[in-house]
């Protein structure tokens, strides 16, 4: 069964709008969470990271949003952007010594308009 | 691109035909992953290596096996093609930073399997 499960499965933004993309985990162990954004063709890039002990992470206009007791984080994009348009992965992970063994998120579609 | 890359790129091949795809990384990670990405399901690992013959299986690993000869080399190979691993595979290492180990993934590798 999906470990993260993500919402949602698309999304459509006006340009200079905020898009939001929520997801909840089950598992207790897991103490580190990480936002990918891949573009058509790529590899999944590495966005932004936040363990358990912050409730929130802003890097630019990228901001994560994480609440331990309900087990779930969110990613939100201000002043989103046409470029902001790809598919974004929540992951989350119990990381052993050195290891990190990513469960994903199914995905989102975001899609700026201009 | 955390100095990865993936060979081939694209290949299609037929069902029952033996398939090895090969991940090359420059800059002496130990870890190194694969994973698998379909619509509807995210990213899954595969198996991932933490070391030179060292490996150990992910969520979704019947019908693979992976060899690690040398600490930049991770090959993955399909016994006997199935449909069922049409897919985009894509090879991950992971890199300290400040957050703890991070993973940065290659370009990734589309298989079809005909």
């Known amino acids: 069964q999906q470990q993260v499960k993500q919402s949602p499965q698309s999304l459509i933004v006006q340009k200079g709008g905020i898009s939001i993309i929520n997801c909840a985990y089950e598992?207790?162990?897991?103490?580190?969470f990480p936002w990918y954004q891949q573009f058509p063709g790529k590899g999944p890039a590495l966005l932004i990271a936040?363990?358990?002990?912050?409730s929130e992470k802003k890097e630019g206009r990228f901001t994560i949003s994480f609440n331990k007791s309900a087990k779930q984080f969110s990613l939100h994009i201000m002043d989103s952007q046409p470029g902001d348009s790809a598919t974004y992965f929540c992951?989350?992970?119990?990381?052993?010594?050195?290891?990190?063994?990513?469960?994903f998120g199914t995905g989102t579609r975001l899609t700026v308009i201009p | 691109d955390a100095g990865i890359t993936q060979s081939p790129r694209h290949k299609v091949t037929e069902t029952g035909t033996p398939v090895t795809l090969r991940c090359h990384q420059t800059?002496?990670?130990?870890?190194m992953y694969w994973y698998r990405q379909d619509p509807g399901h995210g990213l899954r690992l595969i198996h991932y290596s933490y070391g030179v013959k060292d490996t150990d299986k992910g969520e979704v690993s019947d019908g693979y096996s992976v060899s690690r000869s040398k600490t930049e080399d991770f090959l993955l190979t399909l016994e006997s093609a199935t449909s069922s691993q049409t897919s985009v595979y894509f090879c991950a290492i992971t890199r300290a930073s400040t957050l703890g180990d991070e993973q940065f993934f290659g370009p990734g590798t589309r298989l079809t399997v005909l």
């Open positions: 598992n207790t162990a897991f103490d580190y």
């Open positions: 936040i363990r358990p002990d912050v």
């Open positions: 800059e002496n990670h130990r870890y």
């Open positions: 992951a989350a992970s119990a990381p052993q010594t050195g290891a990190n063994n990513l469960f």
